[in-house]
């Protein structure tokens, strides 16, 4: 009807189309009735998932894929409380979400009506902030306040909680562009004197490293990080999130450092005399123990996030702001030194610790993993969920184009990977798209399989079926004489059927020698999901490996002849 004022939903979603959102990633409920009604007649389409969680992580996959916000709609209660995991996966790896939650009618608050939750008490550590709205007049401006905020400086998830009175009222308040958010600053571009104390170290330094880390990836750094690298001739290492800022095929980079990292990687940060942290928080499976962590090396970080300077390294310089618009303008005051030893240094350790992995007795993980990259050239967006499969796969899929590597890192969040790579199918529908998940993992989130096949989502599903819980076995086995507790998957269905039952092509691999056609096979179906189940063998470990709060010289590079001491207070 001409002239109706429209609803708190209907503006909702207004805005929603206004801001260019394609996909919602959510399941329906009572209380969010009103927003999935006005979604009726709107253009943007909802992706009906199996649970909340779900919607989170492909949300996640989504922002991750195409660095545009991933936005989810759930209802109240159990509905919102099921993407706390999400949403702290989100947090820790610093992945824009906007999550609005249907909630019960004002008027109800606090008095634990039905399927009520203080959702914004809940989630309150888990997201970089949140709204609770209780006037329908108040929309269009805390939804461009949570876009603004979960997009800008360093991305976070925003939730929103809207009672249903509030998103079934009345809503005549105008559209805002701008942002009012006093305390609320985004860095952008270093202050000189820093720059310049940088450019200072980095002109005396031997045996120059660049640490490269998600925030790199964030902010499409990779060219100005070559360039840096190029110019001081630096070797580059990544974190397991910093894989893909800058090319790993490149001849300066050393490929992945930390607990599963190459053994030439990690030797090159116990010998480094200047480490420069790029976009990277010194965790703890990167620096092990922090007292040890590059003792004598002088240490440059550049972050858009004050709040992770001196947190645990206390570096020599600072840098805040954004990593690709620091880099440009410090790489013109660089003087650089000759490192042609130091580089010589690093080919050697690289010919020295090569990845490897026994080419008998049996399918192994290592093998999948290293076809799967040869075959795809590297150019596959590949989401990983958490276990050894994730570390095999960050060894030995070299990731050569930003954003193409997805996967928990801070969190550790089992059954991310599957609707992760749903999530970045929907937004990058021309990219191939692998997600590389373990078979205790992926039973989290299996139930994704009914969303990938309804909407026909080309992504395809590499299973690394191990019957176990492979990285809490190998810790076991390596630090707990072997007393394995709560780690044997008995009971696990036959995968290929469970996709079939699906509707969903599935392919077994069970040889070395068909892992080729398999994958060639998997690679040439577009019609839809497709899964690839890989029996590997039960018991194998991932190497190169660091102890946890070991320092990074105690690394294990061959499996032990010894029983190892076991890790305290350390996880």
């Not at 001196?310 to 003087?335: M, Y």
């Amino acid at each position: 009807m001409a002239g109706r004022i429209p609803t708190g939903a209907e503006k909702l979603v207004q805005f929603l189309e206004r801001e260019g959102v394609e996909y919602i990633f959510g399941l329906s409920g009572g209380a969010a009735i009103p927003i999935f009604d006005a979604l009726v007649d709107s253009k943007i389409k909802l992706i009906l998932v199996r649970h909340e969680q779900g919607a989170t992580h492909m949300a996640d996959g989504y922002a991750r894929a195409t660095g545009r916000p991933g936005v989810v709609l759930v209802t109240s209660g159990p509905g919102a409380t099921n993407t706390v995991t999400g949403l702290l996966t989100a947090l820790m790896d610093s992945a824009p979400l906007v999550v609005i939650t249907g909630q019960t009618n004002t008027g109800n608050l606090g008095k634990d009506a039905f399927q009520e939750a203080d959702v914004t008490g809940i989630t309150y550590p888990v997201v970089k902030h949140s709204y609770l709205v209780k006037r329908s007049a108040d929309i269009p401006r805390v939804l461009r306040e949570a876009f603004h905020i979960a997009t800008t400086g360093r991305p976070g998830p925003v939730l929103v909680d809207i009672p249903k009175d509030v998103s079934s009222g009345p809503c005549d308040a105008p559209f805002v562009d701008s942002v009012d958010l006093p305390g609320y600053v985004v860095p952008g571009h270093a202050e000189r004197a820093s720059l310049e104390a940088a450019a200072e170290l980095l002109g005396q330094a031997q045996r120059p490293l660049l640490y490269v880390g998600h925030g790199a990836v964030i902010s499409a750094a990779g060219k100005a990080v070559i360039q840096l690298a190029e110019k001081l001739r630096a070797p580059i290492v990544n974190t397991l999130l910093g894989k893909g800022a800058a090319d790993e095929t490149h001849p300066l980079h050393l490929g992945m450092m930390g607990m599963h990292g190459t053994a030439y990687a990690n030797k090159a940060v116990i010998h480094c005399d200047l480490i420069m942290a790029i976009g990277a928080r010194w965790d703890d499976r990167v620096t092990g123990k922090v007292d040890e962590f590059c003792a004598k090396a002088k240490k440059i970080h550049l972050d858009i996030d004050p709040a992770e300077f001196n947190k645990v390294i206390r570096p020599d310089v600072s840098l805040v702001g954004d990593a690709r618009l620091v880099l440009e303008d410090l790489i013109p005051l660089v003087e650089p030194t000759d490192t042609t030893a130091w580089l010589k240094q690093c080919d050697a350790w690289r010919r020295q610790y090569p990845l490897k992995y026994p080419k008998r007795g049996g399918l192994r993980a290592q093998h999948v993993l290293d076809r799967l990259h040869h075959l795809t050239e590297g150019r596959a967006v590949i989401t990983a969920d958490v276990g050894q499969h994730q570390m095999w796969a960050a060894q030995f899929c070299k990731t050569t184009a930003n954003r193409h590597w997805i996967t928990s890192g801070g969190a550790g969040t089992m059954g991310f990977g599957w609707p992760a790579a749903i999530g970045a199918k929907f937004g990058r529908p021309e990219a191939e798209v692998w997600a590389v998940v373990g078979d205790g993992g992926f039973q989290m989130t299996m139930a994704e399989l009914a969303t990938a096949a309804v909407h026909k989502v080309a992504a395809k599903c590499l299973i690394i079926n191990n019957n176990y819980l492979g990285m809490v076995r190998q810790w076991q086995e390596l630090f707990y004489e072997n007393r394995l507790s709560g780690v044997d998957l008995e009971g696990n269905p036959d995968f290929v059927k469970l996709a079939e039952a699906y509707g969903i092509k599935a392919l077994r691999i069970s040889r070395p020698g068909d892992v080729d056609r398999k994958l060639k096979e998997a690679r040439a179906h577009d019609a839809g999901p497709v899964v690839v189940v890989a029996e590997v063998i039960k018991e194998d470990n991932v190497f190169p490996m660091i102890p946890a709060g070991a320092p990074v010289s105690h690394m294990i590079v061959d499996p032990p002849k010894h029983r190892l001491e076991k890790p305290v207070g350390s996880t």
